[in-house]
């Protein structure tokens, strides 16, 4: 985690923005490595924002369940992927490679706009105009037209984050996990797969784990390469002082 | 850059007759280059649907003479329409909240009104103000309140709703 | 009289973007007709201060991207500044990819666009039709060729580039 740089003044509007900053900063391709590597980095940056309660944080934390597939992918490549977390990864990486060209070919416009700009004929309004009303002019009209106008003002934004489903925050996946580790002192990753009905809590809850296991608070053991991982919070064997 | 490109695009940007001893003045240059640059010009527009008018003070740009009864059909065309439902959104703006810039009209219609108002003013609809320092700002003719019949705002319909509306909008959108 | 000519004459005397669908209909021409048209007039303007500007809706006149810094010299006001990361990189999805609907950009983007659309509308960089049954699509404007001192899109330094790029990866892609 100390290795991780965080971006402190940039604000990004959107999770690939995100990505796609941290992704070129390294002067990577984009692809399932390139992905793993800025993981770290992304969750922190995902934090953050958290912490500093920005909006739609919401979509962040979507993609970041994805990015961290990619990761315990590739810390654990025995981890068998369901067809259905391999589409998703799939999707992120060209997504992301999409994303990429529009953004570049932005850089392109930004760097013209305005610089050389070809100017229409400047309006100069008649001395003595015409008068000329139609079947609009009449106060009646007006109003229906102005009450168009009111109509389509745009809506106070009800914040989407409502309209979602609540998404599950890192950290509380993160805290719910530990108390259970503690408490069965082991448990294995299946277990934990039927208890959570919605897929993207399996994934979320899933990396949690590997995140323990970066910060050292468990062990994880395979017996075989398609054979179950089983948890074991490491505080029994090496007790820690806080 | 030629004198005469830089002649043609002031003529073209202006859109309105301009004095020749003051373009003179402007570029510092001969009479007789002022006038070669203008003769240029004439035989650039030679091929084209365009022509160079000049008087003894001034120059300006317009359509060929072969074409004034094709101009006068649009114009005729131009003053048959209506102004459409876009014109009478902003034409009724302007009535309920005049004075009004058009950065105003445009954020509460979300689009730009720089065409619709020129369109507004050509009919003698809107008229526009200069604000020192703040670009424009519009209001209705005199002769179309008079047409309205309108002696006092607040008896247009829903006055006070729509006005309240526009204020919550413009104190809570970004 | 030749519809080079005529057409000419509508764009100088109008003066505001004239679409062309509405130009082919009007003339009673086919649309290689009229192409043909714009290709002469082009022609004609290359020698002097005037521009055509072309979109896939839209044709105007404005000056050349060279006397930028001299018109801007006989202007009161500044144009607008800067458009932003987020609004350009929509501004190029609007670009290589018009017509398209706001969810189709949302889609790329990855965040609710609505805002920065709004935005950029107000500014009259792009714009939208209705499409019947199926909401707005957005276009981009000849305002935003004039910001970019483009005749057309297809003058962009990359625009093959990119577009090849955006073909290639749309045909292959799910």
Same mark, same amino acid.
């Not at chain 1, 899933?206 to 053991?221: D, R, V």
């Not at chain 2, 859109?15 to 650039?44: C, M, W």
């Not at chain 2, 059909?73 to 009478?88: C, E, F, N, V």
């Given at each position: 985690?100390?290795?991780?740089?965080?971006?402190?003044?940039?604000?990004?509007?959107?999770?690939?923005?995100?990505?796609?900053?941290?992704?070129?900063?390294?002067?990577? @391709?984009?692809?399932?490595?390139?992905?793993?590597?800025?993981?770290?980095?992304?969750?922190?940056?995902?934090?953050?924002?958290?912490?500093?309660?920005?909006?739609?944080?919401?979509?962040?934390?979507?993609?970041?369940?994805?990015? @961290?597939?990619?990761? +315990?992918? #590739? &810390?654990?490549?025995?981890?068998?992927?369901?067809?259905?977390?391999?589409? +998703?990864?799939?999707?992120?990486?060209?997504?992301?490679?999409?994303?990429?060209?529009?953004?570049?070919?932005?850089?392109?416009?930004?760097?013209?706009?305005?610089?050389?700009?070809?100017?229409?004929?400047?309006?100069?309004?008649?001395?003595?105009?015409?008068?000329?009303?139609?079947?609009?002019?009449?106060?009646?009209? &007006?109003?229906?037209?102005?009450?168009?106008?009111?109509?389509?003002?745009?809506?106070?934004?009800?914040?989407?984050?409502?309209?979602?489903?609540?998404?599950? +925050?890192?950290?509380?996946?993160?805290?719910?996990?530990?108390?259970?580790?503690?408490?069965?002192?082991?448990? #294995?990753?299946?277990?934990?797969?039927?208890?959570?009905?919605?897929?993207?809590?399996?994934?979320?809850?899933?990396?949690?784990?590997?995140?323990?296991?970066?910060?050292?608070?468990?062990?994880?053991?395979?017996?075989?390469?398609?054979?179950?991982?089983?948890?074991? #919070?490491?505080?029994?064997?090496?007790?820690?002082?806080? | 850059?030629?004198? =005469?490109?830089?002649?043609?695009?002031?003529?073209?940007?202006?859109?309105?007759?301009?004095?020749?001893?003051? *373009?003179?003045?402007?570029?510092?240059?001969?009479?007789? =280059?002022?006038?070669?640059? *203008?003769?240029? %010009?004439?035989?650039?527009?030679?091929?084209?649907?365009?022509?160079?008018?000049?008087?003894?003070?001034?120059?300006?740009?317009?359509?060929?003479?072969?074409?004034?009864?094709? %101009?006068?059909?649009?114009?005729?065309?131009?003053?048959?329409? =209506? %102004?459409?439902?876009?014109?009478?959104?902003?034409?009724?703006?302007?009535?309920?909240?005049?004075?009004?810039?058009?950065?105003?009209? $445009?954020?509460?219609?979300?689009?730009?009104?720089?065409? %619709?108002?020129?369109?507004?003013?050509?009919?003698?609809?809107?008229?526009?103000?200069?604000?020192?320092?703040?670009?424009?700002?519009?209001?209705?003719?005199?002769?179309?309140?008079?047409?309205?019949?309108?002696?006092?705002?607040?008896?247009?319909?829903?006055?006070?709703?729509?006005?309240?509306?526009? $204020?919550?909008? $413009?104190?809570?959108?970004?």
């Amino acid at each position: 985690m100390s290795t991780a740089v965080a971006i402190k003044t940039e604000t990004f509007e959107g999770p690939m923005e995100l990505l796609i900053e941290l992704v070129e900063k390294r002067k990577l @391709l984009i692809n399932d490595i390139s992905l793993a590597k800025v993981t770290d980095e992304y969750m922190q940056t995902v934090r953050d924002m958290q912490e500093m309660s920005l909006p739609n944080t919401a979509q962040f934390i979507t993609l970041a369940a994805t990015l @961290l597939l990619i990761k +315990s992918k #590739s &810390l654990l490549p025995a981890l068998d992927l369901t067809s259905e977390e391999s589409a +998703s990864i799939e999707d992120l990486e060209e997504r992301l490679k999409r994303y990429q060209i529009y953004r570049d070919a932005g850089i392109e416009l930004q760097s013209r706009f305005g610089k050389n700009i070809m100017y229409e004929s400047e309006y100069t309004p008649p001395r003595d105009p015409l008068f000329l009303p139609d079947i609009f002019c009449d106060s009646a009209e &007006l109003g229906t037209a102005m009450y168009r106008v009111l109509n389509n003002l745009p809506k106070i934004e009800i914040k989407p984050t409502a309209k979602l489903r609540p998404t599950i +925050s890192l950290e509380e996946m993160i805290d719910r996990l530990q108390k259970r580790i503690e408490q069965q002192l082991q448990t #294995s990753f299946s277990e934990i797969r039927a208890t959570e009905t919605e897929h993207k809590n399996v994934i979320v809850s899933f990396l949690a784990i590997l995140e323990l296991f970066k910060m050292g608070n468990i062990i994880i053991t395979q017996a075989d390469r398609f054979g179950d991982i089983n948890l074991e #919070s490491d505080r029994v064997h090496t007790p820690r002082y806080y | 850059m030629p004198l =005469d490109i830089l002649i043609e695009s002031v003529l073209f940007y202006k859109a309105v007759p301009q004095n020749k001893k003051r *373009l003179i003045g402007y570029f510092k240059v001969s009479e007789e =280059d002022f006038t070669h640059a *203008l003769t240029i %010009i004439k035989g650039r527009f030679q091929a084209g649907a365009m022509r160079l008018l000049e008087t003894e003070t001034e120059i300006q740009l317009a359509t060929a003479p072969e074409l004034s009864e094709f %101009i006068e059909s649009l114009r005729k065309q131009d003053m048959a329409g =209506d %102004i459409g439902k876009a014109g009478a959104e902003t034409l009724a703006i302007v009535l309920y909240r005049e004075p009004i810039s058009r950065s105003e009209i $445009d954020r509460i219609r979300g689009v730009n009104s720089a065409f %619709i108002l020129r369109n507004l003013m050509m009919r003698g609809l809107v008229t526009r103000e200069s604000v020192t320092g703040n670009g424009y700002q519009f209001r209705i003719t005199t002769t179309l309140l008079q047409h309205l019949g309108i002696t006092d705002k607040r008896s247009l319909p829903q006055y006070s709703e729509f006005m309240n509306t526009i $204020d919550t909008f $413009d104190t809570t959108s970004p």
